[in-house]
């Protein structure tokens, strides 16, 4: 099933604990000069507009990133001020996705693979993301991804952001992470999931605690006024750089 478009929901509360995390990562994985590679299994589009019928259609970027913005409680994040910088150089509105914060803040030296398998969404990923480093992957993305794992360079991360359509799906992010786990042991998986009232997330996690990787590392946030639909959102990250739970824990904060 492929309806989801997250156009309607880019810069929402989800996405500004998801890309300030993506931020903060990046940041420590690229302190050190060696080359890395960057996997994504569910890119999106890369850039949204949140001008467009759609986005102003939920105006979730409202009570997210944009409120976050007025009320300073972002300034001075490396996020904020990729965001503002894009903004900037791209156009008003333009709000920057995962993938497109992962090449803004990567080398040219380091290796990208954007995987997305709704043809629509691909077509943008397609006319926003041609870069030398990037490659574009029309495929699902847990068949590519185990197909490009361990990348080369070894060194990286790989981000899984399903839309999460399907019960069925949580499930199947637990498995492939422990399957990618044991062909790329020292990859840094990071995998967003939505909190909802039925708490479907949470046998995913209990599978993923008890599996007894050696390093991972959770958050979860709800939102203050959230009583239907999204509650809260949540990351696990294995192998998260040295020293990245601090920042990651600060996040927090903001909600
Ligand atoms: C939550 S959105 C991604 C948002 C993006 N990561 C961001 O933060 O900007 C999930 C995306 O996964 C795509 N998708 C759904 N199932 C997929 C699959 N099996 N393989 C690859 N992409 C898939 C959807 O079309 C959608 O664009």
Known sequence: ?????????????????????????????????????????????????????????????????????????????????????????????????????????LRPTDSIHLMELHPREYQALYQFMRYPNTHLHHRDGYEGGLALCPPHPRRGILVIDPSFEVKTEYDKAANFILKLHKKWPEGVLFLWYPVLKEAYHQSMVEKLLKAGL?????????????????????????????????????????F
Not at 233 to 251: A, F, K, R, T, V
Request: hydrophobic share 35%.
């Open 1 to 105: 099933m492929l309806s989801y478009q997250h156009i309607y929901h880019a810069g929402n509360l989800a996405d500004v604990h998801k890309h300030a995390s993506l931020c903060t990562l990046l940041q420590h994985l690229t302190r050190k000069e060696k080359p890395l590679s960057y996997l994504e299994t569910h890119a999106g589009r890369g850039i949204y507009d949140l001008s467009s019928e759609e986005a102003l259609k939920t105006k979730e970027a409202e009570q997210g990133f944009l409120k976050m913005v007025k009320n300073q409680k972002i300034s001075g994040h490396i996020y904020f001020e990729l965001e503002q910088r894009i903004e900037k150089e791209i156009g008003d509105n333009i709000y920057a996705g995962s993938a497109f914060i992962a090449e803004a803040l």
């Open 214 to 254: 050696p390093k991972l590392y959770q958050s979860e946030i709800r939102f203050p006024k959230a009583k239907t639909g999204l509650l809260g959102s949540g990351i696990i990250i294995i192998n998260p750089p040295y020293q990245s739970e601090i920042e990651l824990n600060d996040i927090k904060k903001w």
